[in-house]
Every structure is written in C-alpha cells, then in structure tokens.
C-alpha cells in the first residue's frame, strides 16, 4: 500500500476507534480480487443478516 492509503486507514483508525487487527483485515481485504471481495461480502451479509433477525 502506498503512503497515501496508509494515511487514509490510519484516519479511518481514528475515527472508527481500530485497533490493529482491524487495520489488518481492511489491508487484507483491499488486497483481494473483485470476485473474492465477492465471496466475503455475501458470507458478511448472509451472517449478519441472520444475527439482525435474531433480535
């Protein structure tokens, strides 16, 4: 990642209070393929959908 987008996911830290197992996931995610971004948002959905019915 550049310098750039380091400091915008460490303004994004800030403001979203992250720690640094956070900042790892974005960079991981950011680092994947449309279609594995794919894949990971329809898991993400499928599971939160499910825990927002729950309530």
Do not use: G
């Not at 800030?14 to 948002?41: A, G, H, P, T």
Request: proline letters at 0%; a negative charge; hydrophobic letters at 35%.
């Amino acid at each position: 990642m550049s310098i750039k987008d380091d400091n915008i996911l460490k303004q994004v830290a800030i403001e979203y209070n992250l720690d640094e197992s956070d900042i790892d996931i974005l960079k991981n995610y950011l680092k994947l393929s449309d279609n594995e971004r794919n894949i990971i948002k329809k898991y993400f959905f499928s599971f939160s959908d499910k825990a927002i019915n729950k309530d």
